[in-house]
């Protein structure tokens, strides 16, 4: 038994392509996934009705009674960890009961919580238990072993979502209706995904100054929380500056006349960067955090982001390759977005560029799930 905990949609894809090797590996296993984020759980429900995991379902809060009754009840060989995550009590009680203990694609930031002296008393005994910990780089890897990761236990492995967004790329819908639908219209087409309405307000104010040049551009537009009022907020935007918008599945078929199209479900976004020019990439102007930049980079699309990339290692690493860049405003989004509608070279190459990063990072997902498997014989 191997019991993954991710406790979000991001450790939970960051979980997928390991688990995928490990069941391939390892048929015999049983798996058990938990989460935590009411937001993982419909992507749980799709790893156990695929037959990825055998058992899913939220992780108990952690007290000594809820995780007394869980390891009573799985009896795991091992329980990993997807991230950094950890539950100590939960951590405690496995270890005492001779459970092995993992982490994958391990990261810790510089200004973490964790590491100030309130988090690192609180969590230094629980991150001392582990046995095998995967840290996504070299700096990582330091900043575990200053939290008390025993050093005998840490090895760089990478991050698994390389592996992910490089595999869904390839399994990119392409000759499907939908993808058809958009690409057959030819038009030059900047995918902007997980957006938020200060994202908004800057790229649309920029995307109207980029039409005034390439009037025929078009803008596909998933909001992070496609909700029904944001989306008619959307449509009222569209109406009052005169541009033709449609939702997804009417834009799809209606032989590329949507200049605005605005996409009203989720699970499809990395799919549709296969027919961008351009990505934007929202969350980067104000404190929820950048999305995945490492999507559209996996299609050679270059990207562009909002101001406040610092705590994105992918954004830090695509920017100084050339294959990202960030703007603070309208303006400076506009200058972006026309230098690269305009110099279709300069857009490849810089696609290119945020390519080549993803495909450095290939590897991940093997070198974790050889990790997993040794700690689960």
């Known amino acids: 038994m191997l019991w993954m905990h991710a406790p979000s949609v991001g450790e939970g894809l960051q979980a997928k392509p390991v688990l995928e090797l490990v069941r391939a590996e390892r048929p ?16 749980a429900r799709g790893f156990r009705d695929t037959g990825l995991v055998d058992f899913a379902d939220y992780l108990p809060w952690d007290t000594t009674a809820a995780a007394g009754i869980a390891l009573d009840a799985l009896t795991p060989r091992a329980l990993v960890f997807a991230k950094l995550d950890v539950w100590p009590v939960l951590v405690a009680r496995a270890s005492a009961a001779q459970v092995h203990l993992g982490i994958i694609s391990a990261t810790l930031r510089a200004a973490s919580g964790r590491r100030s002296v309130l988090g690192a008393a609180l969590l230094r005994d629980a991150y001392a238990r582990f046995d095998a910990v995967g840290a996504i780089d070299a700096d990582d890897a330091s900043r575990l072993l200053e939290l008390g990761v025993p050093g005998s236990a840490v090895t760089v492995t990478g991050d698994t979502r390389y592996d992910q967004v490089w595999a869904r790329a390839a399994a990119a819908p392409r000759g499907g209706v939908m993808l058809t639908g958009l690409a057959a219209a030819r038009r030059p087409t900047i995918v902007a995904g997980s957006t938020w309405p200060v994202d908004e307000r800057v790229l649309l104010d920029a995307w109207l100054a980029v039409r005034r040049q390439t009037p025929v551009s078009r803008l596909v537009l998933a909001p992070h929380e496609p909700t029904p009022s944001r989306l008619h907020g959307l449509e009222r935007w569209a109406e009052a500056h005169g541009v033709r918008a449609a939702r997804l599945d009417r834009a799809a078929s209606d032989g ?8 009203d479900h989720v ?5 549709l960067y296969a027919v961008a020019e351009i990505a934007y990439v929202g969350g980067a102007f104000h404190a929820a955090g950048l999305h995945s930049v490492l999507e559209p980079a996996a299609y050679a699309v270059p990207v562009v982001v909002g101001p406040d990339y610092a705590s994105s290692r992918d954004a830090h690493l695509l920017i100084a390759a050339g294959g990202a860049i960030s703007v603070r405003d309208a303006t400076t989004c506009t200058t972006a977005l026309s230098a690269w509608l305009d110099d279709p070279p300069a857009r490849a190459r810089a696609g290119e560029r945020a390519h080549s990063i993803v495909v450095g990072g290939l590897g991940a997902a093997k070198r974790s799930a050889e990790l997993v498997l040794a700690i689960s014989d």
Request: hydrophobic share 50%.
């Open 267 to 271: 699970g499809v976004l990395g799919d």
């Open 28 to 43: 015999e296993m049983q798996i058990a996934y938990t989460h935590y984020s009411p937001s993982a759980a419909a992507l």
């Open 256 to 263: 590329g006349m949507s200049d605005l199209v605005l996409v």
